[in-house]
């Protein structure tokens, strides 16, 4: 697993990478900030967010009173330590009552969740299926893993997932456990350029098992 580094850029903004490839800054956070959206409108009150990032994601679920647990997991503890020590602004986020942060995979942190028991799951930990930072990833977005997701969802709940582009396969991954799976475009202005940026949502189908 290669590190995570921060830099300020000359343009003043703070930039996240991972394995030495742009993941973010924090000039542009409309989309991490539309996926907290989502789930707010929908009810969501528990919800689990992968991952921690510069915390757009987080700070706007919190900013919501409905939150009322948000468990975030996040694979690279310097991110944590960052958030926690102000070299990323948000260790109010950490400090919140509401916010559990596990440093781990965003798959056993998923697993490890009682079975039908979050109102939404959120995943932005990585570019989308088609652009992975980290190979291992690629499971993220695979069936087998959003059945687990979907399991750990109330009935009605909500998976969401952030991905640079639309992708068939995390579609039909979406829709081989959930139903009502929708994609939402979300146009961004990303260092000069024009992006398109992608969430895929699903609601849990009732016939999904919630026993391992
Ligand atoms: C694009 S950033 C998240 C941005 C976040 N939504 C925000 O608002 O700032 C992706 C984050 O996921 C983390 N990550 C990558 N793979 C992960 C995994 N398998 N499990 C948990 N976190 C992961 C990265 O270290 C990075 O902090």
Do not use: K
Request: hydrophobic share 45%; charged share 25%; with cysteine.
């Amino acid at each position: 697993m290669g590190g995570a580094t921060l830099r300020r850029r000359d343009d003043g903004a703070l930039e996240l990478r991972v394995n030495g490839v742009f993941v973010m800054d924090d000039v542009e956070t409309s989309s991490e900030q539309a996926l907290a959206r989502t789930v707010i409108d929908l009810g969501a009150r528990e919800i689990l967010v992968g991952g921690l990032g510069l915390g757009y994601t987080l700070r706007s679920l919190l900013a919501s009173p409905q939150a009322s647990r948000v468990i975030v997991a996040e694979l690279h503890p310097e991110i944590v330590g960052w958030m926690r020590d102000g070299t990323i602004p948000g260790a109010d986020l950490l400090a919140d009552e509401r916010t559990q942060v596990t440093v781990g995979d965003v798959r056993d942190v998923v697993a490890a969740q009682a079975p039908a028991s979050l109102d939404a799951i959120v995943l932005d930990v990585d570019n989308g299926p088609d652009f992975l930072v980290h190979d291992a990833n690629a499971e993220v977005y695979g069936a087998g893993f959003v059945g687990v997701c979907a399991s750990r969802l109330r009935p009605g709940g909500t998976l969401c997932v952030w991905t640079m582009a639309p992708s068939a396969s995390l579609t039909a991954s979406l829709n081989a456990a959930l139903t009502d799976v929708r994609e939402a475009a979300f146009d961004v202005r990303l260092q000069g350029r024009d992006e398109r940026y992608w969430i895929v949502s699903g609601t849990r189908r009732d016939d999904v098992a919630t026993a391992d």
